[in-house]
């Protein structure tokens, strides 16, 4: 589903040197498809619910 996508930017605009996407594309085939097309990934980070209530409590 990403192949496509950054296929058309390339053809538009250029090789990007990173790309960055939401958690809905953090699967090892994506990082794997970006890192042998010598683009930096930027996904996301996993933060279990137990993580997200510590810092939502302790930045209050």
Do not use: H, W
């Not at 085939?29 to 930027?42: D, H, K, M, V």
């Amino acid at each position: 589903m990403l192949e496509p996508l950054l296929e058309k930017v390339i053809e538009n605009c250029g090789k990007p040197e990173a790309v960055a996407a939401d958690a809905g594309y953090k699967t090892p085939a994506i990082a794997q498809y970006l890192i042998e097309s010598e683009i930096r990934p930027a996904l996301t980070l996993s933060i279990s619910p137990i993580l997200r209530l510590n810092f939502v409590l302790t930045s209050q």
